[in-house]
T-cell receptor, first 116, second 115 residues
């Protein structure tokens, strides 16, 4: 079974604070892919990052960083020095291989609000 | 580059009326195609996915159907809308297994209100 859990429903921070969004996943596939998407108020889902299961290197892109740990089945997302424009719903997603035919399994999302 | 088009952006339909939402992808061949629905509460529910023309898999029984008449065209339909069909509908595509990148790219969504 494939499952993604985002335990944080809503997070509020003040601008310039760091914030970490948690994501825990479950899968029996030995090869899988993890994703983060951002959904601003306009509604469109914007792809942020993909991480392959065989690559546990953490990644940094500007103010964004991702911490992938297979040992704890987690793929957490940190925003450093948050800004008001970071306010959005963030989704973590999982895609397995084989019989799942490429479908994505999404967490329920975390609403991030950054106050000025 | 690949693009995905989804229309209309908003739609208000009376209960019992038919529905047709269209999604087309450009710049790629043989994509996997998906319809998701996002109801109040933000969760994304996969409705249908397709790995080829005429090949549709349904995730949950409901009042909706999907069709893929062409390789890069995916249509979501209903013969008679229910109030519970209201929501935000998102079309997405991803590359086939072994075709390289595996992330899904989403259209801009259709906000459907059934009144």
């Amino acid at each position: 079974a494939q499952k993604v859990t985002q335990a944080q429903t809503e997070i509020s921070v003040v601008e310039k604070e760091d914030v970490t969004l948690d994501c825990v996943y479950e899968t029996r596939d030995t090869t899988y892919y993890l994703f983060w998407y951002k959904q601003p108020p306009s509604g469109e889902l914007v792809f942020l990052i993909r991480r392959n299961s065989f690559d546990e290197q953490n990644e940094i892109s500007g103010r964004y960083s991702w911490n992938f740990q297979k040992s704890t089945s987690s793929f957490n997302f940190t925003i450093t020095a948050s800004q008001v424009v970071d306010s959005a719903v963030y989704f973590c997603a999982l895609r397995g291989r084989g019989s799942t035919l490429g479908r994505l399994y999404f967490g329920r999302g975390t609403q991030l609000t950054v106050w000025p | 580059s690949q693009t995905i088009h989804q229309w209309p952006a908003t739609l208000v339909q009376p209960v019992g009326s038919p529905l047709s939402l269209e999604c087309t992808v450009e710049g790629t061949s043989n994509p996997n195609l998906y319809w998701y629905r996002q109801a109040a509460g933000r969760g994304l529910q996969l409705l249908f996915y397709s790995v080829g023309i005429g090949q549709i898999s349904s995730e949950v029984p409901q009042n909706l159907s999907a069709s893929r008449p062409q390789d890069r065209q995916f249509i979501l339909s209903s013969k008679k809308l229910l109030l519970s069909d209201s929501g935000f509908y998102l079309c997405a595509w991803s590359a086939r297994e072994g075709a390289g990148d595996t992330e899904a790219f989403f259209g801009q969504g259709t906000r459907l209100t059934v009144v």
